[in-house]
């Protein structure tokens, strides 16, 4: 295998802080709205109708209508900082644990996980829980600290050397090109950031966002 850290780069498609933005930006509106139906403007986790916005459940780091929940201030400031949990407040697990969306799933499994350290109910919901095998995977990648790797849209760890297809149509900087949802990148070497991987599309070595890849 092409080792493509030995070549020059001969075009970069690296995404400054901005473009990234653009990105996300662009698909808020109506991620927002999605996940806002999908709720029906109640809290994901507590049922609350307080003001709601999106929360990203880890490893990923986009706002997308698979990977973010809908939570009120006071879910999501205990779920950031599980030392202010008040154990009260997570008894509404017993309900959205039973969610059907997978991003729900893994937080209420998390939060459980924390809240079983202490207390006999939580551990009883655990062991009634069940979540197909990925969303598993998902949930226990969160538990880990190294959450500082690059990861694939399923949250699957990316490697030097793997194989990824590319999951949607990706516009190369600086130029009219576009790399094509289904396009396959072979071998691809991890950079600093966990955000990006490297490897040849379209004969170019270029940057891409990890998140849009998914691993072979
Ligand atoms: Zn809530």
Not at 65 to 85: K, N
């Amino acid at each position: 295998m092409r080792n493509i850290t030995n070549n020059p780069l001969n075009f970069v498609y690296k995404m400054d802080n901005t473009l990234l933005n653009d990105f996300i930006n662009g698909d808020m509106m109506s991620t927002e709205a999605t996940l806002l139906a999908r709720c029906n403007a109640h809290c994901e986790l507590c049922n609350s109708d307080a003001p709601l916005s999106p929360y990203v459940v880890s490893p990923h780091t986009n706002v997308t209508v698979d990977h973010a929940v809908m939570l009120c201030e006071t879910c999501r400031t205990q779920v950031e900082d599980p030392e202010t949990m008040d154990m009260n407040h997570w008894r509404c697990l017993n309900d959205s644990m039973w969610s059907q969306e997978p991003a729900v799933q893994v937080l209420a499994w998390r939060q459980l996980k924390h809240l079983s350290a202490d207390n006999g109910w939580a551990q009883d919901l655990l062991d009634m829980m069940y979540m197909e095998e990925e969303t598993q995977k998902w949930a226990e990648i969160g538990m880990d600290d190294d959450a500082e790797k690059p990861r694939d849209v399923n949250g699957v760890e990316l490697k030097k050397g793997d194989d990824v297809t590319i999951i949607k149509d990706l516009p190369i900087k600086g130029s009219s090109q576009v790399i094509k949802q289904g396009t396959v990148v072979r071998g691809i070497s991890v950079s600093d950031d966990p955000k990006l991987v490297s490897g040849k599309a379209n004969g170019q070595s270029m940057y891409i966002i990890a998140e849009f890849c998914r691993k072979k």
